[in-house]
């Protein structure tokens, strides 16, 4: 018997990577790729487990499990540091790059 590739395991990998690279965007985005690159990569190592045999590239789907997970922290770390960014300085300040430089030039 012929071995299938699982599906959605390239897929997986390229949400991991999404993940962690947007993780700069409010954490927002990339929590989202995180999310379902985990939820995909748990169905295809679900259904890897019920017949090994018949898959392959059963690395690829765990390498993607581990991307989307490091993804998911780097994602929610930013977004707890935005949200503590936005109610300790508001969010006008933190648009206005000389009154952000004015507070933090205080602060050392």
């Given at each position: 018997m012929e071995q299938q590739k699982l599906p959605n395991a390239t897929l997986i990998i390229v949400f991991g990577i999404i993940s962690i690279i947007t993780c700069c965007c409010y954490g927002v985005i990339g929590l989202i790729f995180g999310v379902i690159g985990l939820v995909l990569a748990n169905k295809a190592l679900k259904l890897y487990a019920e017949n090994p045999e018949m898959y392959e590239d059963v690395k690829?789907?765990?390498t993607g499990r581990i991307l989307s997970i490091i993804g998911i922290v780097l994602n929610v770390?930013?977004?707890l540091l935005s949200i503590w960014a936005i109610s300790k300085f508001g969010w006008d300040t933190l648009q206005d790059p000389e009154r952000m430089q004015e507070i933090l030039e205080q602060y050392q």
């Open positions: 690829n789907v765990k770390i930013y977004l």
